[in-house]
Structure formats: structure tokens, C-alpha cells
């Protein structure tokens, strides 16, 4: 399998590139529209063919790569069952899993963050988490039809219950990291470790955060696959 892991700097944002080395058909999950022009010449240059661009879920950071990326390559654009994306090709549930050769991709339910967010299991072995689980964090949970409790279920019920070996490969970072593991994460992760669910839940109401400085353009735009109104 070939992946890779590409990085947006002005939204920290990783997007991830997979692919069958046999078939050299490809995934890329949570593209960029800015960063379109760089991910399509790696497409090229390493002689891929893109069938899918997959979300974890309605981005309010960034503008999505997918609907730019259908219109070159024809691939199929998908998002989680549930999110209002009319434009999308078709929508993922669940314990659905994309087959591309050798190379798996099972969808897990991990609403929270949003009301329709999804993981990726690649491969058995390799987590998209996007902002479901951070890296000693996690995604906020106070905008979009967000809960906090929903997201203590399903990163704790859910993510935490896969082998400890398993790496986690985030949606984000803010300082610089770009790996971790489900062992890593339950032991160490300040979100979670040692909390209750009211624990979790009490404390996320506590952030405060700023609204994303895109999310008035960005959540209608990745509504419409990336196209920003006039």
C-alpha cells in the first residue's frame, strides 16, 4: 500500500493519500482546495489513478479539494451518511467498508465533533481519525450539531477498544505531530485519560474557543463540495 500524509499549513490540516500499488488506484481523504494543484501533480507523477475522494465529515476550517478533484480525475466524491452534501457522489455508513485491490478502508461512526463524522480503518491498522481524536487532544465540540457525550462514546467506546498498536493519523495538528497510536492516545491523552464522561463533558463546555476564522464560508461551500458562492 502506498500512503501518504500531506499537510495544509494554514489550516493545519492532514489529508491523506492511499493507494493500491497493484491496480495504482487511489483515496484521498479530507483534500484541501487550496492545495489542489499539489495534490493532483502527486497523483500524476506517481502515475495514480484517483477513485475516491472520501470526508471525515463537514469541514468549518477549510474548503474542500473534492469537488475540483471530480471534475479532473472523475473519481467519486463521498461523505458520511447523514451530512447535508446533496452534491456528493453517494454517502458512507457505518461498518461500510471501500475495496480497492489490497487495500481497505472501513468506515467507523464517530459523531461528536460534528453530527456525521467518520474514521477511517485502513488496512485493519492505520486510523483517519479527523477531528474525532486528536493527538493528546481532540476536536471541539460547540458548534454543528456537536456533543461532547456522543464523542466520549464513540473515541472511548469505540476507537479505544482497537489493538493498542493501531496508528492514529489525525485531521489536524497544532504542534507538530504527526503519528500516534490507540495505546499512546488512552494512556496519555489529557481529553480523556481518567475522565468520566460527565468529567469529558464538563470540560469541553469549558473551552470557549473562537469560531473557525473560515467557517462562515467554508461549512456552505463543503455543503455544495467546495463551491464557494459568489
Not at 493501531?166 to 507538530?176: I, K, M
Request: hydrophobic share 35%; charged share 20%.
Amino acid at each position: 500500500m502506498l500512503f501518504r500524509q500531506l499537510f495544509d499549513p494554514e489550516t493545519s490540516t492532514y489529508s491523506y493519500l492511499m493507494a493500491d500499488e497493484g491496480t495504482r488506484e487511489a483515496v484521498l481523504v479530507d483534500s484541501v482546495a487550496d492545495q489542489v494543484p499539489r495534490d493532483w501533480k502527486l497523483l500524476q507523477e506517481l502515475r495514480l489513478t484517483l477513485k475516491y475522494c472520501l470526508e471525515t465529515h463537514v469541514h468549518a476550517d477549510h474548503i474542500t479539494g473534492a469537488g475540483q478533484l471530480r471534475e479532473l480525475s472523475g473519481c467519486e466524491t463521498l461523505v458520511p451518511e447523514q451530512a447535508q452534501v446533496s452534491c456528493a457522489t453517494r454517502t458512507l455508513k457505518d461498518g461500510e467498508t471501500l475495496r480497492l485491490a489490497n487495500l481497505t478502508i472501513q468506515a467507523i461512526a464517530t459523531p461528536g465533533h460534528t453530527d456525521s463524522h467518520l474514521s477511517y480503518l485502513v488496512n485493519g491498522d492505520r486510523l483517519l481519525t479527523g477531528d474525532s481524536l486528536l493527538i493528546r487532544g481532540c476536536g471541539r465540540t460547540d458548534f454543528q450539531s456537536g456533543d461532547a457525550g456522543l464523542m466520549y462514546d464513540h473515541v472511548v467506546g469505540r476507537l479505544f477498544s482497537l489493538p493498542d498498536q493501531t496508528r492514529v493519523y489525525p485531521g489536524h495538528d497544532y504542534r507538530g505531530h504527526t503519528v500516534s497510536t490507540i495505546g499512546e492516545e488512552r494512556q496519555f491523552n489529557p481529553r480523556f485519560q481518567g475522565k468520566t464522561r460527565q468529567d469529558f463533558i464538563e470540560f469541553m463546555a469549558t473551552l470557549n474557543l473562537p469560531s473557525p476564522k473560515k467557517m462562515a464560508i467554508a461549512v456552505p461551500a463543503n455543503q455544495e463540495c467546495g463551491q464557494v458562492s459568489a
